[in-house]
């Protein structure tokens, strides 16, 4: 007969950890993608589930094709561990209420120029009156690794483009951009008729954080049988606008970007001369974030500024 408190004793020499790592195998079938999804290198995936192996004395998961496949004893136990880790998080959660008032909580979120230029000043001046001692990092991350960010919790929301994402993040519409192209005040194509002849046989900047490939422009050019000369490419948009402002190049950037950045005595737009469908901007949360309510408040603040 088992003594008592064995059980407790056997849990007290695991790490839970390895739980979450067993959830994510079984949902992606495949080590790799587990290991991307936890921002974890392969190694360490492997030597979790050979210490869960250990534990529950079976594989737990075989070898399949390019995956792996559950055994028996996987499946037999994973309903009560997302049971158990479900309960786990919501518990912390009910510990984390949260008063914006008297919180100094740190928030992470994830953008680009355009849209961080969009909401800082306004979410600061609210913070101001309602959350004092709260404290905002704004951050640059690739696309790619957004979604293994907001599921391990290194950043807390982030805002993009519509991406193709899995069921376990969450997304709202939040804003639409038109796209406008801005010049210094006393171009050439300042004072002459605009047109989109004028705009392709200009030169132009390219603002990206990916080291090549076209814009949304170009795209819309594309579709409309033209490319344009593309002198410049760079990183952000204040490099930019400084090039714009003492040369004949171009610069094409979201209307709402445009109004927080020109200097009107500097500068002049003109409506991109080509049709292009508007850029539209989501908001990103994953789905346990919905049971942590200063993500959701932090959430909440951000909707409610468009």
Known sequence: MAKPGAKRDGLNRVDLNLFV?????????????AADKLSLSQPAVSHALARLREN????????????????????????????ALAELESAMAEGLAFDPAESDREFTIACRDAMESATLNKLMCRFQDIAPAVRLRS???????????????????????????????????????SLVVAMRRHH????????????????????????????VEDFALSRAGHNRNIRLRC???LSALQVISDTDMLLTLPET???YLLN??????????????PVDIHLYWHSKSERDPAIMWLR???????
Not at 23 to 31: F, W
Not at 158 to 169: I, K, N, R
Not at 264 to 277: D, F, G
């Open 235 to 237: 990183q952000n948009y």
């Open 56 to 83: 529950f004395d079976d594989p737990l998961f075989e070898r399949a094709g390019k995956g792996v496949q559950p055994t028996p004893m996987a499946k037999a136990i994973v309903t009560r561990v997302r049971a």
């Open 139 to 177: 951050v640059r991350l690739s696309r790619r690794d957004m979604e293994a960010a907001l599921a391990n919790g290194r950043v807390d929301l982030a805002a993009d483009v519509l991406l193709p994402v899995s069921d376990e993040l969450r997304h709202r519409h939040v804003l639409s951009e």
């Open 257 to 259: 970007f445009a109004g």
């Open 264 to 277: 009107p005595e500097k500068h002049v737009t003109r409506p991109l001369p080509v049709l292009s469908e």
């Open 188 to 215: 050439p194509l300042a004072l002459t008729t605009w047109n989109l002849d004028a705009y392709v046989a200009a030169d132009h900047i390219l603002v990206s954080s990916r080291p090549e490939g076209p814009g």
């Open 21 to 33: 790592v067993f959830d994510t195998i079984y949902r992606e079938k495949n080590l790799t993608r």
């Open 300 to 306: 909440d603040q951000m909707l409610d500024l468009f």
